[in-house]
């Protein structure tokens, strides 16, 4: 997410910093590559345009230029000024006051407007809310599996018709059995089409009408760039949006839709999909967004997907574990799986603050951590639990079972041992005590 632009602006304040006193022309110099470096992003021209005027009235004042470290005020000029292009806060979904809460999705084909519609509705079940998905898109055939198929996989229903050939017809119903059901959600995935036309717009906005949603949320693919800022564009002067919901927002390394598009549309950006997974997809926070551009990580976010993954009472026992040198294989294999439940590797790294430097030309191989969970469901529970007992023999026969070679084997028991020898130092250490919410 944002590389190619996070690298691009290290780059300029890294020359920046290395002065002691910054001049105007220097920091008009730094500003003529910073705005080369969001054009290249993608990022909209007049928004560009814009944004440098703003950094410039900042930066070139009596109070930053003598300073004692102008370049790092200049770096916390242009993150200020990120965040609010960006939005300056996080805006969440407004629910009613009288339930059910109507949220209704649109988009175009292949935005991602299903799946981010199930992943919203997992989202807000976490919170103890209690969603209904309806299948409102009557024209894509496989539209409605989907969902259901989704729907199954959250524990979350799904109101649909085969029979109901008008959306208008449908949400209404889908409302009023959201009532009958005591649900005080509902979410209406509408059709989109492969661009924007007359017939969506008008469907949409009967849509709008008959059911009269708490919000309008459109699906755009981040990955598009300009092109989704047109379309959001389009849908809220057509049809009148609420917010926007990025997808793909993992594999956009430029980032121009979500630099461009709340400027453009005035509207903000309340969720980012990061992934393929159904609970890939978290709140948009600028502030901490725009930490992630300058490098600067995001501790919040990481804490708080560790919260999600990691029970308290679970992280207390395995402390006792480890303080009583008992930590095990079966431990090992639970705590991989619950920090890869986070989301991918790079991705958490990315919000550690100087990782994405250090990490830059270190490919994170997920494929070792199937590697790692085949060797130790390979093992018998006895090996698990005594690595002492795995000899020569039964190494091999673990390598056999696994897929993997006796090397790789070895490999993890020599990783395990370093690791319990590193427990056992920090256990010695005064007060040591596990960090809340994390693994180890």
Same mark, same amino acid.
């Given at each position: 997410?944002?590389?190619?632009?996070?690298?691009?602006?290290?780059?300029?304040?890294?020359?920046?910093?290395?002065?002691?006193?910054l001049k105007e022309e220097d920091v008009d110099v730094a500003l003529k590559e910073i705005r080369?470096?969001?054009?290249?992003?993608?990022?909209?021209f007049k928004v560009v345009k814009d944004f440098i005027q703003h950094i410039r009235e900042r930066a070139v004042g009596k109070e930053v230029l003598e300073s004692l470290s102008p370049g790092q005020q200049v770096v916390k000029i242009v993150h200020d000024s990120l965040r609010e292009l960006l939005g300056a806060t996080n805006e969440r979904i407004q629910l009613a006051p009288n339930p059910p809460t109507v949220v209704m999705m649109v988009g175009l084909n292949g935005s991602g407007k299903t799946t981010t519609s199930a992943k919203l509705a997992r989202f807000f079940k976490k919170e103890g809310r209690r969603?209904?998905? !309806?299948?409102?898109? %009557?024209?894509?055939?496989? !539209?409605?599996?989907? %969902?259901?198929?989704?729907g199954k996989q959250i524990d979350v229903p799904v109101y649909y018709s085969k029979e109901i050939k008008d959306p208008v017809q449908l949400c209404g119903n889908a409302v009023k059995q959201a009532k009958l059901d005591g649900r005080d959600i509902v979410i209406l995935d509408t059709a989109g089409r492969l661009h924007v036309n007359e017939e969506l717009m008008d469907e949409l906005k009967r849509?709008?009408?008959q059911v009269n949603p708490k919000e309008v949320l459109l699906v755009a693919d981040a990955m598009t760039g300009q092109d989704a800022v047109t379309m959001a564009k389009s849908f809220n002067e057509q049809i009148g949006i609420d917010g926007i919901i990025l997808t793909k927002m993992d594999g956009d390394a430029r980032g121009g839709a979500a630099l461009s598009i709340r400027n453009i549309t005035d509207k903000p950006i309340k969720f980012i999909g990061i992934g393929e997974k159904i609970d890939m997809i978290e709140p948009f926070y600028p502030d901490r967004i725009a930490s992630r551009i300058l490098g600067m990580g995001d501790v919040l976010t990481l804490i708080e997907q560790a919260q999600q993954s990691f029970d308290r009472k679970e992280a207390e026992k395995l402390q006792k574990r480890i303080l009583e040198e008992s930590f095990t294989f079966e431990d090992l294999r639970d705590q991989l799986k619950k920090i890869r439940s986070m989301g991918s590797i790079e991705s958490l790294l990315s919000m550690i603050p100087g990782m994405n430097k250090a990490m830059k030309d270190v490919k994170v191989d997920e494929k070792e951590f199937v590697k790692i969970e085949a060797i130790i469901n390979s093992m018998t529970p006895e090996e698990r639990r005594n690595h002492n007992l795995m000899n020569g023999s039964r190494r091999k026969r673990i390598a056999m079972g696994s897929g993997t070679t006796t090397t790789d084997v070895n490999r993890l028991v020599k990783q395990y041992l370093d690791m319990k020898k590193m427990m056992k130092m920090f256990k010695g250490k005064k007060g040591f005590r596990m960090p809340k919410g994390l693994p180890f």
């Open positions: 997410m944002f590389e190619s632009l996070s690298d691009k602006l290290d780059s300029i304040f890294n020359k920046l910093k290395g002065r002691g006193l080369l470096a969001l054009l290249e992003a993608d990022v909209n969603p209904l998905l !309806a299948a409102a898109d %009557l024209q894509r055939p496989a !539209a409605i599996d989907q %969902l259901i198929t989704l849509v709008k009408q």
